[in-house]
């Protein structure tokens, strides 16, 4: 699975919109970019995936660069309970999830009030 | 639907004593896999399943052992427990659509193991 690159941590201010980066420049064409968050030492639970279009849902937004080297997971509206470490993950579109992701130390996200 | 189960939720062994976790899925999911997280860490793949008789190992099996002898169970048997392996552990599943393009894993709420 290709590498991804996140920053250690981010602060964002109540009521705006996240955006958190990650950057996956040696994905290859067969490979998704998964986005999934853990909140408080729960179990890790699933946001959002995308091959190359752009993806929205009811959680977030993943916008993905026409070259694929890098995405954005955005929460358009953050709230104090998405404080979390979110990761973000490029995987092979086969086999779903649980035959082996690739979990980095992913991103702090900090909701201020 | 109960989603993923993992029993109990914390346990405390001493070094040597031999152990299982357990971990069960409603969803008639295919795959199933066991995770350990260290303390500021991302999670590690243990073994995983890609369907009932079918094991495989992950990026750190050793001390660890599995089976799956139906689609809802997944149990993780530690043979003999050392302090390194003081850690939580999480149970995911997941399915395939058509065409064998996956979707997202289901997460357990974790087992806290303290190895003394």
């Not at chain 1, 729960?42 to 080297?69: F, W």
């Amino acid at each position: 699975d290709a590498k991804t690159t996140q920053p250690p941590s981010m602060d964002c201010a109540e009521g705006r919109a996240a955006n958190l980066p990650c950057n996956h420049s040696t994905i290859s064409g067969n490979e998704y970019v998964y986005w999934y968050r853990q909140i408080h030492s729960q179990g890790p639970q699933y946001i959002i995936h995308g091959l190359k279009n752009n993806e929205t849902n009811e959680m977030a937004s993943l916008i993905i660069t026409e070259d694929r080297k890098s995405s954005t997971l955005i929460l358009p509206h953050a709230t104090l309970r998405d404080t979390a470490v979110y990761y973000c993950i490029v995987r092979p579109y086969s086999g779903g999830g649980a035959d082996g992701l690739t979990f980095g130390k992913g991103t702090h996200l900090i909701i201020q009030p | 639907n109960a989603g993923v189960t993992q029993t109990p939720k914390f346990q405390v062994l001493k070094t040597g004593q031999s152990m299982t976790l357990q971990c069960a899925q409603d969803m008639n999911h295919e795959y199933m896999s066991w995770y350990r997280q260290d303390p500021g860490m991302g999670l590690r793949l243990i073994h995983y399943s890609v369907g009932a008789g079918i094991t495989d190992q992950g990026e750190v099996p050793n001390g660890y052992n599995v089976s799956r002898s139906t689609t809802e169970d997944f149990p993780l048997r530690l043979l003999s427990a050392a302090p390194s392996q003081t850690s939580v552990y999480f149970c995911a599943s997941s399915y395939t659509r058509g065409g064998g393009v996956g979707t997202e894993a289901f997460f357990g709420q974790g087992t806290r193991l303290t190895v003394v």
